[in-house]
């Protein structure tokens, strides 16, 4: 079992749906999450952060299920310029390498 | 201040030819990894360097690959004997500390031929 999964996608919506994705992650010690931005043939960006209270930003809204182990990113109004990949990433604070990586999310968005 | 960086942009090179990427981070920033991602395929991880502690070389998928860096400075990765398999981006990342958020560079498109 990988350590973070997701729904490889694509998402097709149309401009002002709401969507959201899940990731689930196999690690219960697993400390902090994020969520990263990917555009076609560009690097990956910080989305946010995940925080377990939930937490909003704009649009997006970003929440942590601990029992459940899974985090969750929700868009509301969407446009067009969120058509990207979306990745999971879990910091498991043990060992040296903290953080990993989901394979992402497509999410296309479409007038 | 400028964000990470990697050179070159793009590589084109003959299978089994070597290969030397180079990133250089944030300043200030303690952390440095290197990953691998193919045409339409997750972050793969390589290698992860931490200050002056020995690399975490876990990720590295043979003996082909190795990866140097200098105190908390430039990194340069090199693939020996490149194959086919070898095309991707290989993109580098840098953080102030483990576990922070990472800042990744724009890559470097590997194409073996």
């Known amino acids: 079992r990988k350590e973070v999964e997701q729904d490889p996608g694509p998402f097709n919506v149309p401009e002002g749906a709401t969507v959201a994705f899940n990731c689930t992650y196999s690690n219960s010690a697993s400390q902090s999450f994020f969520w990263y931005r990917q555009d076609c043939r560009k690097e990956p960006k910080l989305l946010m952060s995940?925080?377990?209270s939930g937490n909003e930003d704009g649009r997006f809204t970003a929440q942590l299920n601990r029992a459940s182990q899974y985090i969750s990113l929700l868009i509301r109004d969407s446009k067009l310029s969120d058509s990207a990949t979306y990745l999971c990433?879990?910091?498991?604070?043990?060992?040296?390498?903290?953080?990993?990586f989901g394979s992402g999310t497509r999410l296309q968005v479409q007038p | 201040g400028a964000g990470v960086s990697q050179s070159p942009s793009n590589k084109v090179t003959e299978k089994g030819k070597d290969v030397e990427l180079r990133c250089d981070p944030i300043?200030?920033?303690?952390?440095l990894y290197w990953y691998r991602q193919r045409l339409g395929q997750g972050l793969e991880f390589l290698i992860y360097?931490?200050?002056?502690?020995?690399?975490?070389k876990s990720g590295l998928p043979s003996d082909r690959f190795s990866a140097e860096r200098t105190g908390e400075s430039v990194s340069t990765l090199t693939i020996q004997r490149t194959q086919q398999e070898d095309s991707a981006v290989y993109l580098c990342?840098?953080?102030?500390?483990?576990?922070?958020?990472?800042?990744f560079g724009p890559g470097t498109r590997l194409t073996v031929l």
């Open positions: 990342a840098s953080s102030r500390d483990r576990g922070d958020t990472q800042y």
């Open positions: 360097f931490q200050g002056n502690s020995a690399p975490d």
């Open positions: 995940v925080y377990s």
């Open positions: 300043s200030g920033h303690t952390a």
């Open positions: 990433v879990v910091n498991r604070d043990t060992g040296r390498r903290a953080l990993t």
